[in-house]
């Protein structure tokens, strides 16, 4: 399994960003793909995940109605389209992958494989 995130830059307070994950190596027809996101010194906190084949959202309460997690199978990839965005979504932003079946979850420990970062940046 392999993962690529991709999309981070700097933004002004209320703008948008959209992040891409592309994912390879699995044909699993059970599986989650995870937004997460972390700061110098905190833990790795989840933001948004879907899961595989239904294709719910689950969604971190602070990002509901500003986050929208999407998933296009033909190119392999989970975006995270990001509007509204606030001086406390600065963080380094990777993408997960869960083989489990059912509803995704944002606990890290059911995460398996990691893609590198993408670091955002929202300016006040």
């Known amino acids: 399994v392999q993962l690529q995130a991709s999309g981070g830059g700097l933004v002004q307070q209320g703008g948008s960003l959209r992040l891409s994950c592309v994912h390879s190596?699995?044909?699993?027809?059970?599986?989650?793909i995870g937004w997460f996101r972390q700061v110098p010194g905190k833990e790795r906190e989840g933001v948004a995940c879907?899961?595989?084949?239904?294709?719910?959202?689950f969604y971190k309460n602070s990002v509901k109605g500003r986050f929208t997690i999407s998933r296009d199978n033909d190119k392999a990839t989970t975006y995270l389209q990001m509007n509204s965005l606030k001086p406390e979504d600065t963080a380094v932003y990777s993408c997960?992958?869960?083989?489990?079946?059912?509803?995704?979850?944002?606990?890290?420990?059911?995460?398996?494989?990691w893609g590198q970062g993408t670091l955002v940046t929202v300016s006040s």
């Open positions: 997960g992958f869960s083989g489990g079946r059912g509803a995704c979850a944002l606990s890290t420990v059911i995460y398996s494989t």
């Open positions: 190596g699995f044909t699993l027809p059970y599986h989650s």
């Open positions: 879907i899961s595989v084949p239904d294709g719910e959202p």
